[in-house]
């Protein structure tokens, strides 16, 4: 399993690591993208897990350590063309 990345859906345990990279404390003042409201990311969790049509965020997984966030956008136009 050396060098194996798996993508899987966040779960209640991972809130709290996204969370921390919130803090620009954590990103440094290249990576921080701003303040964003501590709790959204629950909200968004509970109400579609963090996955819906069109966006979602999945966790990066080596040796079962999370180590990353990868977020995914629909390539999709309005008009429904990619």
Request: charged share 30%.
């Amino acid at each position: 399993m050396d060098g194996q990345v798996t993508l899987r859906p966040v779960t209640e345990d991972d809130l709290p690591w996204l969370a921390f990279l919130n803090d620009p404390a954590t990103m440094g003042p290249y990576e921080w993208h701003g303040w964003s409201d501590p709790q959204r990311l629950r909200r968004s969790w509970a109400e579609s897990g963090l996955l819906d049509d069109n966006s979602g965020v999945l966790d990066a997984v080596i040796y079962s350590v999370l180590r990353d966030e990868v977020e995914l956008e629909d390539s999709a136009s309005e008009d429904g063309t990619v």
